[in-house]
């Protein structure tokens, strides 16, 4: 699979792999069997990073999270939305891995 997948837009966006392996050097690895709460961190974090940032669709997202449903993905967009609110330090390294990304 291409480490980088071209948009219509003529520009390019972060795969699926770089996503999870910058959040993997932050929180470990969340493509695992089961559900330990730092594996689904790290998880949900992805997730959440693939379809805001990465511009992924949670379909292509659940497939690559060890064929998880879609509706699983939306959840994990919509806690990591909630708790960026509330959680100063999730935020702060939400930002810092997406500033690592996009630069």
């Known amino acids: 699979m291409n480490h980088r997948a071209e948009r219509g837009t003529g520009t390019w966006r972060l795969s699926l792999e770089q996503i999870e392996a910058t959040v993997a050097d932050h929180l470990g690895n969340g493509r695992v069997p089961g559900n330990q709460a730092a594996a689904c961190l790290s ?6 990073l693939a379809k805001n940032v990465g511009g992924w669709s949670t379909t292509r997202i659940g497939r690559f999270y060890n064929g998880r449903h879609h509706t699983t993905v939306l959840h994990a967009v919509e806690k990591i939305e909630r708790l960026r609110q509330t959680d100063e330090s999730l935020n702060a390294l939400v930002e810092v891995i997406t500033a690592e990304r996009t630069t």
Do not use: H, K, L, P
């Not at 998880?43 to 959440?48: D, E, G, N, P």
């Open 43 to 48: 998880r949900q974090v992805s997730m959440y």
